[in-house]
C-alpha cells in the first residue's frame, strides 16, 4: 500500500512539474509589449495611446508616479492582465499591476 502512495505521489509530482513548465515557456512566447504617453487619468483607468493602439487600463491598487504625459511601457502579460511601468527613469517606480479594458493592439 506504500509503495502505490509513493509510486501515486511521485506521479503527480512530475506531471506537476511538466505543467509549470509548459506554462512558463508558453507565457513567455505570448508575452506583449506596447510603449506611448499616458493621455488621461480618470480615477483607476489610464489611457494609453501606445504605438500599436489605444489602450484602457485600470490599475490594481494605487499608481503613485502615474501622470498625464508620462511615457510608459505596457507589458501584456495575458489577455486581461498587464503591468506597466515608466519608460525613461525607472529608479524606485515599481511596475503597477494593471486590467486590460480595452487593448489596443487589435486595432
Known amino acids: 500500500m506504500a509503495e502505490i502512495r509513493v509510486k501515486l505521489f511521485v506521479v503527480v509530482c512530475a506531471a506537476l ?8 515557456q508558453l507565457g513567455a512566447q505570448q ?3 506596447d510603449s506611448g504617453p499616458i ?6 483607468r489610464v489611457y494609453v495611446t ?10 490594481v491598487g494605487v499608481c503613485y508616479w ?14 486581461s492582465r ?4 515608466p519608460f525613461f527613469n525607472t529608479m524606485g517606480r515599481r511596475p503597477v499591476p494593471v486590467y486590460i479594458i480595452r487593448d489596443g493592439r487589435e486595432d
Open 39 to 44: 493621455q488621461a487619468i480618470d480615477g483607476d
Open 17 to 24: 512539474a511538466v505543467a509549470i513548465v509548459l506554462e512558463t
Open 50 to 59: 501606445g504605438e500599436r493602439g489605444g489602450h484602457v487600463l485600470e490599475t
Open 66 to 79: 502615474c501622470e498625464v504625459g508620462l511615457h510608459v511601457l505596457i507589458n501584456f502579460q495575458s489577455v
Open 82 to 85: 498587464a503591468t506597466i511601468q
Open 31 to 33: 508575452r506583449d509589449f
